[in-house]
């Protein structure tokens, strides 16, 4: 039997990934790997070897993390099609124990992306920075952080299909309470648009990019989740708890926190240095 990607078949996966409740992001990003790659076949038979060699194109051109997010679309792809003898391994990578100094943001950075923002006068981007950073939470759950939790100072979360409460710091609420009022914003969630919808991701994005000139911060180092890492790093220098930063962060698995816990480069070589193995 001769295997080729057809349209109507990565459409009827793409609905398949939305009755498992896969993220719309997801969706969509396992969609355009599949059709570039069909399009680097060029309507020749889908083939493990054919596969293998995909798979060796894109070492050449991308990172290990970037490969493997393309093979988990093939690979799932394959598996709901039913070409099981298609599928191929993803790259295996030793996992790093320290962070990359280059991609880390500081405590002294993030403090200089609100002050930048304050003097800026977009207040809304000030008080969204301190909230994803002192709460731990993703960007796209910012729709959570409601009139109302704010002013019970605690916010349920559904994302991904598990509910969490999480617990807004009562300096924080003093903040956004007076934001609200300021905003007259009376109801559902704190940061939206001009239109009155919730703020998402693609705005957090470009908000923050226009501070990093004024800031002198990395362009980099300026996106949503690395408030979430530098929340996550500077809660466990403090409270070494790695099953309670877990449940914060909202992780099925512990081993997807430990990620947060690598120190940086430096660190890592001072560590190093004092075996003191040198002469």
Known sequence: MEYRIQETAICRFGRELFEQERAKKTIERYQHQLRAFAQWTEGRTVTKELTVRYKQWLMERYSPASVNV??????????????????????????????????????????????TARQKGNMRLFHLLETICSTGIRVSELRFITVQAVKRGRADICNKGKYRTILIPRKLCEKLQEYCRERRIWQGSVFVT??????????????????????????????????????????????????????????????????????????????????????
């Open 194 to 279: 001009r239109s009155g919808r919730p703020i998402d991701r693609t705005n957090v994005w470009a908000m923050m990019k226009t501070l990093c000139a004024q800031a002198h911060v990395d362009a980099k180092k300026v996106f949503p989740h690395n408030l979430r890492n530098l929340f996550a790093r500077c809660f466990y220098q403090k409270q070494r708890d790695l099953e309670h930063l877990a449940t914060l962060l909202g992780h099925s698995s512990i081993n997807t926190t430990r990620i947060y816990t690598r120190t940086s480069g430096e660190e890592h070589l001072r560590q190093i240095e004092r075996l003191e193995l040198l002469l």
């Open 70 to 115: 393309t093979l988990a679309a093939l690979n799932g792809f394959f598996k709901f099609m039913g070409w099981q003898e298609c599928r191929v391994r993803p790259v295996r990578v030793q996992r790093r124990h320290y962070a990359e100094p280059s991609r880390e943001l500081s405590r002294e950075e993030y403090y200089r992306l609100l002050k």
